[in-house]
């Protein structure tokens, strides 16, 4: 199907519009897979990234800043994610004494968890995303996306 016959339109796209479109049309339908494979867990894809950047500390510790520069979706809204997942105990937060701007969050063993089953999860649904491209065409995808 293209993209005329999705937005339902007789006219002919222009090319740079088209392209755009093709985006967006790609962008929510890979948002959609994605919240479909972490709705089991109750957790948002801002959440799931929170959690990743999380483990690639490697037991150290990271402030609110870091988990900001290293987030895919830059949020300001940072503070609220990490509540919400030290609510349900994947995450910790260590307010430091003498400087109590000072915050360090941790990923708990119950987050390290329960992120291994989201990772499987998070997989599938790559896979089904991308069921219908070549290794060599996602190569080349990868190699125009560089160009952004």
């Not at 740079?16 to 049309?25: A, C, K, P, Q, V």
């Not at 300001?76 to 915050?103: A, Y």
């Amino acid at each position: 199907m293209n993209v005329e016959q999705i937005i339902k339109t007789d006219k002919e796209i222009p090319l740079y519009s088209r392209t755009i479109i093709h985006f967006m049309l790609v962008n929510n339908k890979i948002n959609e897979a994605i919240s479909k494979a972490l709705k089991p867990f109750d957790i948002s894809l801002q959440q799931f990234n929170v959690l990743r950047i999380l483990r690639g500390q490697n037991g150290k510790p990271a402030n609110l800043s870091t988990l900001n520069e290293r987030m895919v979706t830059k949020m300001s809204n940072t503070t609220r994610l990490v509540d919400k997942l030290i609510l349900k105990g994947f995450v910790d937060r260590i307010i430091c004494p003498s400087n109590r701007r000072k915050v360090e969050i941790n990923i708990t063993s119950d987050g390290e968890k329960v992120l291994k089953e989201m990772d499987t999860a998070m997989s599938t649904a790559e896979k089904s995303i991308l069921r219908n491209i070549s290794e060599k065409e996602l190569k080349q995808l990868n190699v125009l996306f560089d160009k952004f």
